[in-house]
């Protein structure tokens, strides 16, 4: 009884420390740049260990200098309702569930947000044990992040080629310029890519690439540029003063 009852002292106390931890860095990099990333530091020892030479290509920059036409290339590359979810698309993973139990090879269910999670605060797998922080880390950065800055942190987190993470990183290495400095045809080869960029090249792309590029653009052009970020933070202020409004009549 008494072992039992210092484990359960011990289990608290991690759990205490992981929810502190957890909540404290979430709140943290709501400001602050996000230096490295787990999967940054897996692939570095990935070329170690194949005798590659390492390469770790990371300049963060802000969401200002990083194009619209990016960010609304990723978002019709990888996730469509970006403004509209809570860091869930519960449809998009209704399909992916049902792609794999037919046993057929579809695109995963994970929203931007929820690759923001796990490039920042995790490593990279299929279990459902990281799947669960996941989802945590996920409602984290819903709870304390904008819109903005889930991309933000997104746009200079994710891996856009071999050893390349974030957008300047990514248009340097594709392009030769900044970020800043794409047009529509480049941000939609870079957001081609991001299925399996250590696979696939921006540029030259490959007929695949080609394919996958000429869909984003078409995408592209039935959302307009670019992403309205002040109508989803306006229709949530609505909302809050919707429920604020029918709060006082109940009272």
Not at 22 to 51: N, Y
Not at 179 to 184: G, R, S
Not at 208 to 237: C, H, P, T, V
Request: proline letters at 4%; charged letters at 25%; glycine letters at 6%.
């Amino acid at each position: 009884m008494i072992l039992l009852t210092k484990i359960f002292k011990i289990v608290l106390k991690v759990f205490a420390f992981f929810i502190i931890l957890s909540v404290g860095s979430a709140i943290l990099f709501r400001w602050v740049p996000v230096p490295l990333t787990p999967l940054m530091l897996i692939r570095c020892v990935q070329q170690k260990g194949d005798g590659k030479s390492m390469t770790l290509k990371h300049d963060w920059v802000s969401l200002e200098e990083i194009p619209p036409k990016l960010q609304l290339a990723v978002v019709c590359s990888e996730d469509q309702n970006y403004l509209k979810h809570y860091g869930f698309d519960w449809g998009a993973i209704e399909k992916a569930m049902k792609a794999n139990e037919d046993g057929k090879k579809g695109r995963g269910g994970s929203t931007i947000s929820q690759q923001t999670a796990k490039n920042v605060f995790l490593w990279p797998g299929r279990s459902y044990i990281r799947k669960a922080f996941e989802a945590y880390f996920t409602l984290l950065i819903e709870t304390f992040w904008s819109k903005e800055r889930i991309m933000e942190v997104y746009l200079n987190s994710i891996e856009m080629g071999n050893g390349v993470y974030g957008a300047e990183a990514a248009a340097q290495h594709w392009f030769k310029k900044p970020a800043i400095k794409l047009n529509k045809d480049e941000c939609a080869a870079i957001a081609a890519i991001l299925p399996n960029p250590v696979k696939y090249v921006a540029n030259p792309p490959s007929s695949y690439i080609l394919k996958r590029k000429a869909w984003i653009k078409q995408q592209m052009s039935f959302w307009g540029n670019e992403l309205d970020y002040d109508k989803y933070n306006d229709e949530d202020e609505k909302e809050e003063k919707t429920t604020t409004k029918s709060s006082k009549k109940k009272k």
